[in-house]
């Protein structure tokens, strides 16, 4: 898992990125609050987020938490089904040392927006 940046966003800079397999395109929104959104599409799918986190700071740790829901289309053979979930909170950690790491934290509620049903637990 990737834990530094790939570019530093100025207000209105967009970041593409093309591959064989998918196409990422991404936006500085607001600078106060930092908001960011992308758009990613590939074969089968599509997702939308606007990321707006809010980070914490706890001396060894970084907490971020983002409330947005993210959008995921999934292309079907017979029809297009909508997910709608929220990105778990994530923790980094060793911010001082080289091996630094990324880790989930919590729960997430996937809710199928095309059927309304939500999941078990």
């Known amino acids: 898992m990737r834990t530094s940046k790939p570019f ?3 207000l209105g800079e967009t970041y593409e990125l093309k ?4 196409r990422f395109i991404g936006e500085c929104v607001c600078k106060v609050p930092s908001t960011l959104a992308f758009h990613a599409e590939g074969e089968g799918f599509e ?3 606007n990321v707006q986190a809010k980070m914490k700071f706890t001396g060894t740790q970084v907490k971020v938490k983002d409330e947005n829901l993210a959008e995921v289309k999934l292309k079907l053979e017979d029809k297009d089904e909508i997910y709608y ?8 950690g060793n911010l001082l040392l080289p091996s630094r790491y990324m880790e ?3 729960e997430i509620e996937v809710i199928n927006a ?3 049903l939500e999941n078990p637990g």
């Open 8 to 10: 530093i966003s100025l």
């Open 19 to 22: 591959t064989n397999k998918f």
């Open 47 to 49: 997702m939308t987020k």
């Open 85 to 92: 979930f929220p990105i778990p909170e994530m923790t980094i």
């Open 104 to 106: 989930p934290v919590g």
């Open 114 to 116: 095309t059927s309304d």
